[in-house]
């Protein structure tokens, strides 16, 4: 049973930055696929950026080259860092993980952070 922790999300103005962490417990051995998810008002959530065992890295076309997804493995935390953020991004963030072979439908969630951008 994996746990996910996520924290900071806030309010920033756009143009702004934040980073998003993910504290993750309980794995097991076997190649896990790790990632954030955004879910706007009114609209189906949806994938945001995904870290696989191997350390590859996909993208949605909106955040390419704006958020950058990374992890210590050291501390077995979760990052998204999201730089030029746009009002557009505003939205409960998830953490989830599973392993890879269930991507893109992950079984483990964390319970969410709000980030809400202000034009």
């Known amino acids: 049973q994996i746990q996910l922790v996520d924290s900071g999300g806030g309010s920033v103005q756009a143009g702004g930055s934040l980073r998003l962490s993910c504290a993750a417990s309980?794995?097991?051995?076997?190649?896990?696929?790790m990632g954030w998810f955004r879910q706007a008002p009114g609209k189906e959530r949806e994938g945001v950026a995904s870290?696989?065992?191997?350390?590859?890295?996909t993208y949605a076309d909106s955040v390419k080259g704006r958020f950058t997804i990374s992890k210590d493995n050291a501390k077995n935390t979760l990052y998204l860092q999201m730089n030029s953020l746009k009002p557009e991004d505003t939205a409960v963030y998830y953490c989830?993980?599973?392993?890879?072979?269930?991507?893109?439908?992950?079984?483990?969630w964390g319970q969410g952070t709000q980030v809400t951008v202000s034009s």
């Open positions: 989830a993980a599973d392993r890879c072979s269930r991507w893109p439908r992950p079984n483990y």
């Open positions: 870290l696989d065992g191997s350390g590859a890295t």
């Open positions: 309980g794995y097991t051995y076997g190649p896990y696929c």
